[in-house]
Nanobody, 120 residues
């Protein structure tokens, strides 16, 4: 079992910055991915950014150039630096962890979510 602890959500003005962090603990496997998803009011949950244990990253087109994801493998922590925030970034952000336990199988875990509100 893996537990995820999120932090860093809050209220910020348009154009501002915010940093989210998530720490994973428990049965961490060597091959895994950590990342962030978000769900805005009235919208489906969507991928924001993910990073593998090897450092490979993927970003949603809407956040490319503004958000940066990084991780510390020793601490099993992932961070999302969000710059130039827009109204459209307002959402509940969920930490996500995919634990690869075999060549063909893995387990996924979700944080409880942290609110990010961009408002003037």
């Amino acid at each position: 079992q893996v537990q995820l602890a999120e932090s860093g959500g809050g209220l910020v003005q348009p154009g501002g910055s915010l940093r989210l962090s998530c720490a994973a603990s428990g049965s961490i496997f060597s091959i895994n991915t950590m990342g962030w998803y978000r769900q805005a009011p009235g919208k489906e949950r969507e991928l924001v950014a993910v990073v593998s244990n090897g450092g490979s990253t993927n970003y949603a087109d809407s956040v490319k150039g503004r958000f940066t994801i990084s991780r510390d493998n020793a601490k099993n922590t992932v961070s999302l630096q969000m710059n130039s925030l827009k109204f459209e970034d307002t959402a509940v952000y969920y930490c996500h962890f995919f634990n690869r336990r075999s060549f063909a199988h893995g387990d996924q875990y979700w944080g409880q979510g942290t609110q990010v509100t961009v408002s003037s």
